[in-house]
């Protein structure tokens, strides 16, 4: 079975502060896509990034970086710098190849940027 | 602005009532993803498709159903609708393939009264 876990349901950190979000996934298929989106509060979905299964290289993207972790099944996301437009909350999501190309969506992660 | 579009922006009807929304893909894009957003559910994946063909096929109830058309737009058919059938409803596009780069559309609010 597949499943994506995010257990922080809500973090509060100071603008300028670095925060990262946790993403824990399960699943036994060898090829898999593991992703992040941003849904800010006007409520539109914004997809940050995907990674695929056989790539563990981390990614930055100017204050955004991701790291990708196999051995702890792991996908977090770090923001550097935060600030007050980084509130949003925060979905990790997974897709497995292998079993049918169905995502699985975490709970989400509700950050504030308080200035 | 995303290039997706989604109509109708909001929708109230009552229980039992049949709906379509309709989602228009970006320019280019094969590929058509709804989603349903609701506060017990969270965000879950219905249905995908790819040039027509459903590619792949999530927690879709029985009472729904979907279509992409030659114009690659798609509809998500809901019926018999049901108060827990209230929420967020999102459509994506992508290239299509192994390409997941999603562009979403703006969502339709569905209220069922």
């Known amino acids: 079975a597949q499943k994506v876990t995010q257990a922080q349901t809500e973090i509060s950190v100071v603008e300028k502060e670095d925060v990262t979000l946790d993403c824990v996934y399960e699943?036994?298929?060898?090829?898999?896509?593991l992703f992040w989106y941003k849904q800010p509060p006007s409520g539109e979905l914004v997809f940050l990034i995907r990674r695929n299964s056989f790539d563990e290289q981390n990614e930055i993207s100017g204050r955004y970086s991701w790291n990708f972790q196999k051995s702890t099944s792991s996908f977090n996301f770090t923001i550097t710098a935060s600030q007050v437009v980084d509130s949003a909350v925060y979905f990790c999501?997974?897709?497995?190849?292998?079993?049918?190309?169905?995502?699985?969506f975490g709970t989400g992660t509700s950050l504030t940027v308080i200035p | 602005d995303s290039g997706v579009t989604q109509t109708p922006k909001h929708l109230i009807t009552a229980t039992g009532q049949r709906v379509t929304l309709r989602c228009s893909p970006r320019s280019g894009d094969l590929s058509v993803y709804w989603y349903q957003q609701s506060l017990d559910q969270g965000l879950q994946f219905l249905i995908q498709y790819y040039n027509g063909e459903e590619r792949a096929k999530g927690n879709i109830l029985e009472r729904f159903s979907a279509q992409q058309f030659p114009d690659l737009h798609s509809e998500l058919n809901l019926s018999s609708l049901e108060l827990g059938d209230s929420a967020l409803y999102f459509c994506a596009s992508s290239a299509g393939g192994r390409d997941f780069e999603q562009f979403f559309g703006p969502g339709t609010r569905l209220t069922v009264l």
């Open positions: 999501a997974l897709i497995a190849v292998d079993t049918g190309n169905q995502f699985y």
């Open positions: 699943t036994r298929d060898t090829t898999y896509y």
